[in-house]
T-cell receptor, first 111, second 114 residues
């Protein structure tokens, strides 16, 4: 089975850089995804790491290290609108179509 | 184009009643997923459709839960004899194919069982 752990809450100020970690215990997976969810809103896709290393998409970057069972989402030049919950998720090897989500991290950005 | 839509947005029902939740995926998306999200928690996989077949029903919590899909279009999630522990937001997502990593989520249906 899959188990993904994230810090419950992270706080930062506008303009700063923040890293949200995702550590996992898994029997194997296809890739690590990150989703953003504003309060009351739908999760929206941010990035996907199929391979180890860094993927960059604008202000957001995501990293995966399978040998360390670890990944992170890096948010740069933080804006107030980045205040939201962030979830890591893996695509299961057995039943790769489904996503197994982490516990979620609530990011609070202050002025 | 239009995103994933779900209806109703909110549903309050009495314990023991049946409810139907509807999902309209993005046109052309062959894969459709249902998830459940309890307050303050992550998303829990329920069921996945490829076309109108459901290869993976492993997440359905009990036989009170069922789902169907018409072709590559609308899906309904039915919960029979609702219980208070069924209270949650039910989210639907679709993707171009089962092999695509990116899933597009609808706004969800908030179900409250009293």
């Amino acid at each position: 089975g899959q188990s993904l752990e994230q810090p419950s809450e992270v706080t930062a100020v506008e303009g700063a850089i923040v890293q949200i970690n995702c550590t996992y215990q898994t029997s194997g997976f296809y890739g690590l995804s990150w989703y953003q969810q504003h309060d009351g809103g739908a999760p929206t896709f941010l990035s996907y790491n199929a391979l180890d290393g860094l993927e960059e998409t604008g202000r957001f970057s995501s990293f995966l290290s399978r040998s360390d069972s670890y990944g992170y989402l890096l948010l740069q030049e933080l804006q107030m609108k980045d205040s939201a919950s962030y979830f890591c998720a893996v695509r299961d090897l057995v039943g790769f179509q489904k996503l197994v989500f982490g516990t979620g991290t609530r990011l609070l950005v202050s002025p | 184009g239009a995103g994933v839509s779900q209806s109703p947005s909110n549903k309050v029902t009495e314990k023991g009643k049946d409810v139907e939740l509807r999902c309209d995926p993005i046109s052309g998306h062959t894969a459709l997923y249902w998830y459940r999200q309890r307050l303050g928690q992550g998303l829990e996989f329920l069921i996945y459709f490829q076309g109108n077949s459901a290869p993976d029903k492993s997440g359905l919590p009990s036989d009170r839960f069922s789902a169907e899909r018409t072709g590559e279009s609308v899906s309904t999630l039915t919960i029979q004899r609702t219980q208070q522990e069924d209270s949650a937001v039910y989210l639907c997502a679709s993707s171009l194919s089962e092999r695509r990593a990116e899933q597009y989520f609808g706004p969800g249906t908030r179900l409250t069982v009293t």
